[in-house]
Each structure stands twice: as C-alpha cells, then as structure tokens.
C-alpha cells in the first residue's frame, strides 16, 4: 500500500513539474482561421507565463501551398462599368487577400499595437520588375482598424493605380525617428495597404534572388502596418530561422514591438509559420 502511494505521488509530482514547465515556457493563443490553398491559414500569438506576447503570426497547413489560385479577387479594380461589372478595359489589383484576426489574448491589449492580418498571395508577385515579380505572400501586420485599411480605394495615381487624394496621404512623410533609415519611399502606394518603404540595401537589390523581406508600411505620416514578404519558393524550401527587424529610433505609440521576423517549417505536421517574434515593451516619443 505504501508503495503504490508512493508510486502515485511521485506521478503527481511529475504532471505538476510538467504543467510548470509549459507555464514557463508560455501559451499559445488560436486566432482567425480560413481555408487557404488546399489547405487553411490561421492567425495565433504566443504569450509568456505572464500573459506578455512574444510571438504573432500566421500558419499554412501542410496543403495550404497547393492550388492557390492565379488571377484577382476583383477588390480593387479601376474602370469598372457603372453597374460595377468588369469590362475589357479594368484593371484589378492581380492579389488574393485574406483578413486574419490576432487572438483576443492579445488584440485586446492596449499595449499591443497589432490588432490584425492582412495576408495576400500574389500569383505573379508584384513590382518592380525583376524583383518582386516571383509568386509570393504578403503578411501585413496591421495597426489601425480593418476599415480605415479598406478604405484606401483604386484609382488613377501611382504605379500601383489608387484614388489621387489618397495617394498624397499616403505620400505623407513619417517622422524620421519612427521609420529605419534604410527604408525608402518608392510610390509603392497600393489600395487596401497604404504606402510601403522598402529597404533599397537589402539582398534583392544587390543582385540576388527575393526570397523574403520586411517592409515599413505607413499612411498620413504614421506606420500603419509591419510586413514580412515571403516566396512560395522559399517556404517550399523549408526554412527555420529568424532574420533581425532594422528597428527605428523610436516609436510613436507604446507597445510591445517585435525585433525578429521569422519564418518556419514545422516538420511534426508539415505546416509553415510566419511570424513576428522576441517583442519588447517600448515607450512613446522621440528619440533624444
């Protein structure tokens, strides 16, 4: 009788040190999920014992990969007729675009800036030629409301074909204390976004191939979104690593902000994550 109390207590202590060491090691939080590919696309975050986020991203199932589609979604499209048909002469922003939720474990936080998803796969890639042109998905973690985002229309202006007015907003410079000095204003204005500095120094620009990429998304003179950029190619390859965030000076809002962008394949399930990770809590204002 004693034995087997003992033999009993001893599991216990061994589920108890067990459920210890998954409170240390965090939680992760189930956001938004959708069909995407063959597969699905979800959002989560991952959260320390104390509830801090360490970890925001989106993860494709195994399939997620397969039989994506080639085309537009027809969102954002100019020269459409009056009935709202389109013709001959319409010209539609060539993406699918999939709005992903972030967990309420972490949305809900007044010190969490990034409240959503915005993921796009693009089956041709985009501009500019010879760089961005390879089929590729684009993570835009999202700061401000889901309909301040979609409010940015098609129209006549720019490169990638937005309302003028809107345009000039988007033109609109960000202090220089809130962005990395690597990053560049290149008209990259785009419906549904917003403006995209680019960091001209990265590898993609120096002769090699894009295989991912960060992006300062910004609007009215505020950053508005973080985005990683990432290939089909490069997700096929199956990758686990982390690449560090140039990070700005400053921030405009206090908040936990991350300083990884990383991208894996999990080989347990076959699934591919992207993500932003290693946050840190920063305070407001500008740099001295």
């Not at 216990?12 to 998954?22: F, I, K, Y």
């Not at 120096?206 to 990432?230: A, C, W």
């Not at 990383?262 to 932003?276: L, V």
Request: hydrophobic share 40%.
């Amino acid at each position: 009788m004693r034995r087997e109390m003992v033999s009993v207590l001893l599991a216990a202590a061994v589920v108890a040190a067990c459920a210890s060491m998954e409170r240390s090691a965090g939680v992760r939080h189930s956001g938004w999920e959708m069909p995407f590919g063959r597969g699905t696309a979800a959002s989560y975050a991952d959260v320390d014992e104390a509830g801090r986020p360490t970890s925001i991203g989106v993860v494709l199932s195994a399939t997620a990969l397969d039989g994506l589609p080639a085309g537009s979604d027809m969102h954002h499209c100019v020269s459409r007729a009056h009935d709202g048909s389109v013709g001959p002469d319409t010209k539609c922003v060539e993406t699918f675009e999939h709005v992903l939720a972030l967990p309420d474990a972490v949305a809900r936080r007044s010190d969490m800036p990034f409240k959503w998803i915005l993921l796009n796969w693009n089956h041709k890639g985009h501009i500019p030629p010879g760089i961005y042109d390879r089929a590729h998905f684009d993570v835009h973690f999202e700061m401000v409301p889901v309909a301040d985002v979609f409010a940015i229309q098609a129209g006549d202006c720019g490169p990638e074909r937005v309302r003028c007015d809107q345009f000039a907003i988007a033109k609109k410079a960000v202090p220089v204390d809130f962005v990395h000095p690597d990053f560049k204003d290149v008209d990259a204005v785009v419906p549904a976004m917003g403006n995209h500095l680019i960091d001209l120094s990265g590898e993609e620009f120096l002769g090699k191939p894009f295989t991912r990429s960060f992006i300062y998304g910004v609007y009215g003179g505020d950053v508005i979104f973080y985005e990683q950029m990432v290939t089909r190619d490069f997700l096929e390859s199956r990758p686990d690593g982390c690449a560090e965030i140039k990070l700005p000076r400053a921030y405009a809002k206090a908040g936990y902000y991350p300083t990884l962008t990383c991208t894996r394949h999990d080989p347990r399930n076959g699934s591919y994550s992207i993500s932003m990770e290693k946050f840190v809590l920063r305070e407001a204002g500008r740099a001295r």
